[in-house]
Each structure stands twice: as structure tokens, then as C-alpha cells.
């Protein structure tokens, strides 16, 4: 599983409509096959400058490789992304531990120090 976020920062001024339209239009790439658990995030931390966030996951690599290749991600980033956005920090997560089961229940293993955002 691959989680694929990004956080950045609009150019356009906060609440705007210019600033609607354009996480608006985000949302066409949840509808890239490839796509599972689409997000739209807005950033309340005071410990960074973004404002807004998007977080999606794919099965494997070549998921998210078809994601990157597909004909509509290409599109919002060339018209949408390159345009409007002012800064942003791309972050892709693969899983350190594998799920273990305990009962009938899926446990994801979270070393200590990242638990407590060490």
C-alpha cells in the first residue's frame, strides 16, 4: 500500500471562490481507478504554512504510477496545480510494519517514538 499526500498552500485569497473552485476540481481525481480513500484536508496545525492537504492510497506501485500517467492527473496538474498552488510538500508513505492479526482483529504495529510524534 502506498499513501500519497501532499500539503501546500493556495495563491488565491483564503474563502475565495477562486479557492472553492479549485478544490472543486480536485476531486475529479478520486475517480482515477487507481484511487482509494481520497481526501480533501484542510491544515489547522500553526507548526507549518500550508493551508490545505490531499491524501489518497493506492494498492501498489504501479496504482500510483497509473494515477501519475493518467491523462486527467496530468491535466489538473498542468492547468490547475502548476497555476494555483504556491508551495507544497509531497510525501509518499509505504508501511514499516506489516499488520498482524490478534483475534479476528488487524493490528498495525506503531514503534513507540512515532507514537508519541517523537
Request: no cysteine.
Amino acid at each position: 500500500m502506498i499513501r500519497h499526500t501532499v500539503a501546500f498552500t493556495l495563491k488565491h485569497p483564503s474563502n475565495s471562490q477562486q479557492e472553492k473552485d479549485f478544490l472543486d476540481a480536485a476531486l475529479l481525481l478520486a475517480n482515477i481507478s487507481s484511487v482509494k480513500n481520497f481526501e480533501r484536508l484542510k491544515q489547522i496545525s500553526p507548526k507549518n504554512n500550508f493551508t490545505f492537504g490531499f491524501s489518497m492510497e493506492f494498492e501498489n506501485k504501479e496504482g500510483y504510477d497509473f494515477y501519475n500517467n493518467h491523462p486527467d492527473h496530468v491535466d489538473f496538474v498542468q492547468k490547475r496545480w502548476i497555476p494555483e498552488v504556491s508551495s507544497f510538500l509531497e510525501i509518499d508513505y509505504e508501511r514499516l510494519n506489516q499488520a498482524l492479526r490478534v483475534g479476528d482483529h488487524k493490528v498495525h504495529l506503531i514503534p513507540m517514538a512515532s507514537a508519541n510524534g517523537s
